[in-house]
Nanobody, 115 residues
Framework: QVQLVESGGGLVQAGGSLRLSCAAS????????MGWYRQAPGKQRELVAG???????NYADSVKGRFTISRNNAKNTMYLQMNSLKPEDTAVYYC?????????WGQGTQVTVSS
């Protein structure tokens, strides 16, 4: 059974930083495609950053240069380093990992950026 547990969310002032973690169990990191998504109130869930086929990264235009996605295979953990946070980054952040045709999601962690 695959489980993903996010942590690291919280309340931060604009300009601050947070690092989100996504700890995975029941799956071994390899060449999986994985990513971080976010959903703000009243908006659709959107891709923030992704790792494609285990190595290629991509980012939403709104976070390029501010957010960095990474992974530690030994710890089966994915990270999202978020710097220069803006109020518009406020959302629930979810991690997602794909294995074959299946996608697994975490429960989400709230990030709130105050102005």
């Amino acid at each position: 059974q695959v489980q993903l547990v996010e942590s690291g969310g919280g309340l931060v002032q604009a300009g601050g930083s947070l690092r989100l973690s996504c700890a995975a169990s029941g799956i071994i990191f390899g060449i999986n495609t994985m990513g971080w998504y976010r959903q703000a109130p009243g908006k659709q869930r959107e891709l923030v950053a992704g790792i494609i086929s285990g190595y290629k990264t991509n980012y939403a235009d709104s976070v390029k240069g501010r957010f960095t996605i990474s992974r530690n295979n030994a710890k089966n953990t994915m990270y999202l380093q978020m710097n220069s946070l803006k109020p518009e980054d406020t959302a629930v952040y979810y991690c997602e990992i794909e294995r074959g045709s299946l996608a697994y999601w975490g429960q989400g962690t709230q990030v709130t950026v105050s102005s």
